[in-house]
Each structure stands twice: as structure tokens, then as C-alpha cells.
């Protein structure tokens, strides 16, 4: 449940959501997404987002769920080419803009090495790249991400931050729940979660945003700068037997 949040998340930036486990990460996604009831206003580029046409939100905001669920059967194509929807006439046929479509995002996540594979068939990071290419192909100006580095090893991770890049480059605008803090930090901008209510939000290189961060997470981590970039570290503690160390838990 979120609690008086009060935002404003400007366009062409990308935004990086953290905060532990319960902090409200999905459900503010979800709000922003038109996804979940919910008290107060959200304004989608400028206009109340319940103002919006079904098909014309659908058209202006991509959205990637976290662990969603899909018609195994389907071929990836199929899978990317419902991304294509909200542009198609109720039971027309994809046009050659769709199809265009399709292939630039799949191109853009690497994934038309199995575009003729069914998603049943595909490993964890194979899928989770068929349903980012799926978000792209909508072609929105707004892409809503959670968890989108699930299943991705650290190369794939690295060609999703670029991904992000070239959107946010085109005008674009971008929000994602990130549980990799380190990554979280290349972001424009950081907003930090703590039990359903905005502890921080802020230029990832602020001070008082890194500050934020390891509050949030109680000090177990601490961010520092290596090279031109800043990362986050856990910080090792002492259990009670002198000679054993315990790490951090993972974030959510």
C-alpha cells in the first residue's frame, strides 16, 4: 500500500525505483501503469491518465511485467507481435509497419535467433528478451519495466542499460523497479521506496540520494565512486562467532 506519494517524474530521463522487500516498488508501477484503483491523480504526459482511451494509453505507455505469465505455445514472433495491438484494427492483420516493428525489437534485444521457437522453449534470459522486444514494439514513449533484468546475465544487463539509453536519447521516457543497485545508480534519477512511502527521489550522482540508499537498506550497503561511476557494496558485518562474516541480503 502506498501512503501520500507525491511525484513528478519528468520526460527524457530514465528512473531507477528501489527500496527492500514491501517498500511498494510493483505497486507504485502498477499505479503509474493505470493497472491498479488507487486514490489521488497520476497524469500521463500531461493529461489524467483515466482521461486516456484504452487503446490510446496503450499506444503511448509499454509496460513489462515482473515474472509474467504468457501462452507457451506462441512463437516469439507472435509473443513480440503482440506488442503491435494497439496499433492494429479490431481482427486485422499485422501491416508491414508491424511487422517493421517486430523486427527492429527484436533486433535491438538480440533475440531473432529464436524468433520461430516457442516461448516454452526458452530459457529464463531468452524469454525475459522476447518480452522487453514485445514492449518495444509498441513504440510508446513511456516504458514502465519491472524487474526487467530478471534472468539477464551481466553482458545482457549491459545491452539493456544502452537499450534504456537510446530510448531516453529518442525523447523518450523510462521507469524501472531495479533490484541491482549498482545499476539502479546509472539512472538519471533514483527514487527510493521505504514501507509504502517516498523516502527520496533525486539525481542518481546526489550525495543525499547515495545517503538515502544505504538508510533505506539500514547501512548494509554503501556507495562508492569507482572511476566515473558509483556503485553499491554490501557491507560485511561480524556475526556473534568472531570468525564468521555475514553479507547483506538481497534487495527487492
Known sequence: M????????????WTAVVGPNGAGKTTLLKALAHLLPHEGSVRLLGREAAAWRPRERARALAWLGQAEAGAEDLLARDVVMLGR????D???????????????????????AWRDRALGQLSGGERQRVLLARALAVGAPLLLMDEPLAHLDPPHQADWIAL????????GTAVSVLHEISLALQADDVL?????????????RDPATHRALEAVFDHRIAVHAVGSQFVALPQLQLGSDSNSLATSPSED
Open 90 to 112: 479490431w481482427l486485422g492483420v499485422p501491416s508491414p509497419a508491424d511487422h517493421a516493428a517486430v523486427d527492429a525489437a527484436m533486433s535491438e534485444t538480440q533475440c531473432q
Open 164 to 171: 534504456v539509453r537510446r530510448h531516453v536519447a529518442r525523447g
Open 85 to 88: 495491438l494497439p496499433h492494429q
Open 2 to 13: 502506498l501512503h501520500g506519494i507525491d511525484l513528478r517524474l519528468p520526460r527524457g530521463r
Open 192 to 204: 527510493v521506496l521505504q514501507a509504502g512511502r517516498l523516502l527520496h527521489h533525486g539525481p542518481s
